[in-house]
């Protein structure tokens, strides 16, 4: 299994343009999450998904919106970046049952810089 | 109000000594499951260890065990016999609430740094 995979890796944007993080992953994980990580500071959760089809706002959601068409698959679209969301961006995954959620898997993190 | 707190923003350990990191936090739900994870200078979130609210006793993963402290609210790391290898920032995280409910949500400390020196 790959686990939890995200691209790209790296990339610098210019204010006022948008694209799109990819998230996937192969291990049937029903829950899906993305969070930013500021430099020196903990995670912070921006959307998640409980399944195909539906998805909430977490913390700091605003500039961000998400999608999930697919079980394996929960992209992440800025539109209009700003200087404000440069920062790492990890998704991660967890699988529910009855009642109980298992540990959160992590991808690599797209590390994003707007200028 | 601070849900999960770090106090020690950097930590200094001799290779082969034991060393704690510290968490506290704060909830006023029954049902909640405190996490600990480990950032290398390349990056990655590595799950370490889970400690669940009604687990009797405390969790333990190889070199890494979590004193679990419910009156105080505290949820310490021990890292015994440390390596060089695990010189990385450490964050503390919690899940409120029943999962689901709380749909697994973390809420992450702002971590600790920890060296190792040889």
């Known amino acids: 299994n790959a686990g939890v995979t995200q691209t790209p890796k790296f990339r610098i944007l210019k204010i006022g343009q948008s694209m799109t993080l990819q998230c996937a992953q192969d291990?049937?994980?029903?829950?899906m999450y993305w969070y930013r990580q500021d430099p020196g500071m903990g995670l912070k959760l921006i959307y998640y998904?409980?399944?195909?089809?539906?998805?909430d706002k977490g913390e700091v959601p605003n500039g961000y919106n998400v999608s999930r068409s697919t079980t394996e698959d929960f992209p992440l679209r800025l539109e209009l970046a700003a200087p404000s969301q440069t920062s790492v961006y990890f998704c991660?995954?967890?699988?529910?049952?009855?009642?109980?959620?298992?540990?959160?898997?992590f991808g690599p993190g797209t590390r994003l810089t707007v200028l | 109000a601070q849900k999960i707190t770090q106090t020690q923003p950097g930590m200094f350990v001799q290779e082969k000594e034991a060393v704690t990191l510290d968490c506290t936090y704060d909830?006023?739900?029954?049902?909640?499951?405190l996490f600990w994870y480990k950032q290398p200078s390349s990056g990655e979130m590595i799950f370490l260890i889970y400690?669940?609210?009604?687990?009797?006793q405390n969790a333990t993963e190889g070199r890494y065990s979590l004193n679990f402290q419910k009156a105080r609210k505290s949820a310490n790391l021990v890292i015994s016999a440390s390596q060089l290898g695990d010189s990385a920032m450490y964050f503390c995280?919690?899940?409120?609430?029943?999962?689901?409910?709380?749909?697994?949500?973390?809420?992450f400390g702002q971590g600790t740094i920890l060296t190792v020196h040889p």
């Open positions: 400690q669940g609210s009604y687990d009797q």
């Open positions: 291990m049937n994980h029903n829950y």
């Open positions: 995280a919690m899940r409120e609430g029943v999962s689901g409910t709380s749909y697994g949500k973390l809420t």
């Open positions: 909830t006023s739900d029954p049902s909640y499951g």
């Open positions: 991660a995954s967890s699988y529910q049952w009855g009642g109980r959620t298992d540990t959160q898997y």
């Open positions: 998904s409980v399944g195909a089809g539906i998805t």
